[in-house]
Every structure is written in structure tokens, then in C-alpha cells.
């Protein structure tokens, strides 16, 4: 058997960056479905703070494209739809048949955590309503919760979320931030629109995309990514294409994309921006402090005297670095950085760009700086934001 192939730990993050659209030149990053097919997953959240996440992780790779660009370019054209990866995540339509595996589970398992009362004459009725009306929400096909509190489904919103998880349905839109289903059979293109493909096939085309989205990983990383089993990794990795490597300091195993591999002589310019704490290159917490010696919380449902570095701290790649965070909020045209902590005075003009580039983009004219601790670094980054 041959030696894995040595990496370095500045090789290993430099492959990260480049593998999830941060390194190299912008214009070959394919706009915002070339980076959603890049990463496999976009991952959704509720929180809206500068935008929703899924709004960041584009504007993150690319600069300031137009939200209703971002929107569009998910939600038209049968390009994506979305299902159950790393979480909700809107995932390329290519990927439909990937996860037939996990439809498949649902479907044996029988039941959601929420119980239908009467599931067949329930599941017959959404069918029937979205065969005949179209895409519908929850709200339009009968109401979502019962009015009690949020996890008090209404029969209808449990049975469309059932046949979401089995696959009769699909979610190809959000609108206003509401789900919107449709037959799958109808949303999915025909050439994509079957669960052909066996168990193994799908968790070797899943752990093949999760390693090539990372660059280098390890049996965790890519379990993480998708969120499968590492036994389910164990069972498919030698058939992924992926390469064994040995990355210093990781201690652990580890594959390589080969492409990866092979661009590591390349350069390019890295990004300088915010990341949403539900970006795909900081997702995996183990991951981004072995990587960047980063830790990092999303410190949103902790309790408000417990929190460290803010309610959606987002932490401020630069140089291909981690090297501070910022925890933004809005108030009319002004961008407010509630709280910044940051590694160094190298940090205060990389903290003040990725702030005026954002304010740029959500139509803020003014950034006023909160709170940072360190009154010198403070007073640099306030004359900096101006």
C-alpha cells in the first residue's frame, strides 16, 4: 500500500479555500449557480440579520450580486430544490437522485416526528389539491399550524412535510420565506426525476461531492458534510476517487480531492468579506478550528449575558485567514457593528472593507462601530469605516 501523500497545514487550508470558491479568480466561479453546483449545498436558516444566510454565501464568493439576482438564480428554471443535507439546505437539481437513499429511509420509517391522525385520506388530499392548483404553501393548502405554538403542525402541513421527506413532493421555491410545494414529478426534470440509484451509489456520489467541495477532509469532515454515518463513509471511500493523504497536524486520516490536488501550485486572489456562521467553510466547528485555529459559536440561542462575540457573530475571512468577528445589525441607512473583536491592528482595514462592502450591498450608507474592547484598535477601525 502507498504512503498517503504529505500536505502541509497551510497546503491542506489553501486547498479549503480554493475547493469552496474564496481563492482564485471570481469569473471562474460561475456566478450564483456555478457556486451553489461548486458546493453542493446551501445551507438555510431563519436568522436575518445583513440577509438570510443562503443571500451570504453567494455574496461571500462574489461580491455584491443583487439579492433578487441570488433569489432568482436558486429558484428558476427547476435549477435546485430544497431537502435534507447538512440541514435544510437548497441543493443543485443534479443532486435529486443522490438522495433517493435518504427518501428511501424516511419512507421505511413510516411516520415523521410529528403523527398523522389520518394519514391516508391526509396525504391523498395535499396530492390531490397540488395536482389540481399547482405549487401551493402550507398556508394555501389549508393552514400549517393549528394556532397554538410552532410546533403545533396542522394535519396538512404534517402531511405535505411527509411526502417532502419521501420525495412525492418536492420544495422548489421559498416565498417569503414560506415553503412552496409541488409535485415532484412535475418540478423535476424527467431526466433526473428517479431513485434508480442503490444506497452505495448515492453515498459515493455524496462522500465524492462532499471531498470535492472541501478540497481535503477527514472521515468526520466528510460524514459532516452531508450528513451520513462515518460507517457509511468507511463503505464507499475507496470507490470515490478521493485520494489518502497525510496532513500535518491533523493526526487523523484524510483524502484529497485530486483537482485539489493538482491546483495547489496555482495562486489568486483571496476574498476579504463576513461569513455567515452557516457558511459551508466554517459549518463544522472541529473542522474550521483545525483548519484556521478559529473557534467559533453561533452565540444566537444563548442567552444574551452569556454571549461572547454577539447574537450572529460573523467571522472576517481575509488573506485566507480568520482574524476577527463582527456581529452586525441594522438601523435605517446605517450598518451597525455591534460588537468586533479583532486578532491584531493588521485586522482594522480588512474589518473595515468587508463592513463598507457590506453596508454597500444592503443599502446601508453609513457603518457606525459598537463596541471593541481595545480602545486603540476601536479608534482605528472607526477613522477606517468613515
Known sequence: MNKPAPLSADEARRMALRAQGFLGAPERRGGVRGILRRLGAVQLDTISVLARSHELIP????????????????????????????AACILPVEEWPHFAFRRRARRARGHRWHVLQDAERSVAAVLDRLKADGPLTSTELGGAKNGGPWWDWSETKIAVEWLLDTGDVVCAQRRGWK?????????????????????????????????????????????????????????VIADTGLVPVEVEGWGKP???????????????????????????????????????????RLEAYVPKPQRIHGYFAMPLLTGGRLVGRADPAREGSTLIARQVTLDSVRAVEPMAQALREAADWVGCDSVRVERLDDPALAAALRAAVV
Open 254 to 296: 484524510a483524502w484529497a480531492d485530486p483537482a485539489a490536488l493538482a491546483e495547489l501550485s496555482r495562486g489568486g486572489r483571496h476574498r476579504t468579506t463576513l461569513l455567515s456562521p452557516f457558511d459551508s467553510l466554517i459549518w463544522d466547528r472541529p473542522r474550521t478550528e483545525r483548519i484556521f485555529g478559529f473557534t467559533h
Open 179 to 235: 415553503r412552496v410545494y409541488d409535485l415532484a414529478e412535475r418540478a423535476v426534470p424527467d431526466a433526473l426525476f428517479h431513485d434508480d440509484i442503490d444506497d452505495a451509489e448515492c453515498l459515493r456520489r455524496l462522500v465524492a461531492q462532499a471531498g470535492a467541495a472541501m478540497g481535503v477532509a477527514t472521515r468526520a469532515d466528510l460524514a459532516d458534510y452531508h450528513r451520513v454515518k462515518g460507517e457509511q463513509v468507511d463503505a
Open 59 to 86: 455574496y461571500a464568493r462574489l461580491g455584491a450580486v443583487g439579492r433578487s439576482a441570488v433569489e432568482t438564480a436558486y429558484w428558476t428554471e427547476n435549477h435546485a430544490f430544497e431537502y435534507w443535507s447538512h
